[in-house]
């Protein structure tokens, strides 16, 4: 993020991390959404922690480059599983999961899609001490720069200020980063990630003068999402508003999910698969992107880079 704005697709499985990685990505996602529903569940905060912390673990492993480096792994971590002890818990499992960060929301539990309408917000006390306790896990982890990013979903709830005050409150809790979510128009983003790094500066989260991004307030992440409240914007845009990375939750989920459904009523009618044979990946290609070959002992691509 240094460097400039960063795109981190959704990977579902281990799989399609693997492909993320394969594209020449620099992060990946695990959206709670995708997860929910490649369970056959709604994104209603069913699933359990240690479900998540295994789709975590399973796509940190597999989203590995040629050379043996691991592409960063943010993860959407809903509401906490909990209360504050949860939290806790779900920091230091993601971590040893793998995950470079997670982002927790300040939904009333049982949560909603962001850009479903009917969302309730908990108090901002409580979710300041969300945020506290979630950094001080994260301090407690495996490694001392875990993310820790605050969402909102106050503006579609109380307003776009009100969701600006509450980040700002995030931010001096101890977010490292603020996920706006909801929002409508590239001004809202824009206006959004402004207001949020003068009020974190207000606050005190740089020091004047300092190289580091962080004397701009908190980094930012934007949630790209297909079919919702916020249209489609280019990632270059995103980054020239102030934005450090770009979740696309979703994407690689409705694709596939789009394409087996096409192919299952083709064969259902037609009774083969000869007219979208030529759509399916091949053999060969699935093989080298697991990096099998038949016949030799198999090692996770990119393993004897670390050797």
């Known amino acids: 993020m240094a460097k400039g704005v960063v795109a981190a697709p959704g ?53 590995v480059r040629e050379d043996g480096s691991r592409l960063p792994v943010i993860a959407d971590a809903d509401t906490g599983f909990g209360e504050q002890e949860m939290i806790r818990r779900t920091v230091i499992d993601y971590a040893h999961a793998g995950a470079a960060g997670l982002h927790l929301e300040d939904q009333v539990f049982p949560k909603r899609c962001g850009h479903l309408d009917g969302k309730t917000c908990v108090p901002v006390d409580l979710m300041v001490d969300n945020v506290r306790w979630a950094k001080k896990a994260a301090l407690d982890s495996r490694d001392p720069d875990f993310i820790v990013c605050a969402r909102t979903d106050a503006v579609g709830v109380e307003g776009f200020d009100a969701a600006v005050d509450r980040a700002a409150a995030y931010v001096e809790a101890g977010a490292d980063m603020i996920f706006p979510e909801g929002l409508h128009s590239e001004d809202e983003f824009a206006r959004f990630a402004e207001a949020v790094g003068r009020s974190a500066l207000r606050a005190g989260a740089g020091e004047a003068g300092s190289e580091s991004r962080r004397t701009q307030g908190p980094y930012m992440l934007a949630n790209m999402t297909e ?24 994407t690689t989920m409705r694709v596939a999910m789009g394409a087996v459904t096409r192919a299952l009523a083709a064969l259902k009618d037609e009774g083969t698969v000869a007219s979208f044979l030529d759509g399916m990946q091949t053999r060969d290609e699935l093989y080298g992107l697991v990096g099998y070959r038949p016949g030799t002992p198999w090692e996770l691509p990119g393993a004897h880079a670390r050797r």
């Open 11 to 63: 990977a579902f499985n281990g799989l399609v991390a693997r492909a993320v990685a394969r594209a020449g990505f620099d992060a990946a996602y695990v959206s709670g959404g995708a997860t929910s529903v490649a369970a056959g569940v709604p994104d209603v905060g069913i699933l359990s922690l240690d479900h998540f912390a295994r789709v975590v673990r399973e796509v940190s492993s597999n989203a």
């Open 227 to 250: 079919f919702g409240k916020t249209p489609l914007i280019p990632l270059e845009r995103f980054g020239a508003m102030g934005y450090d990375i770009v979740i696309f939750p979703v």
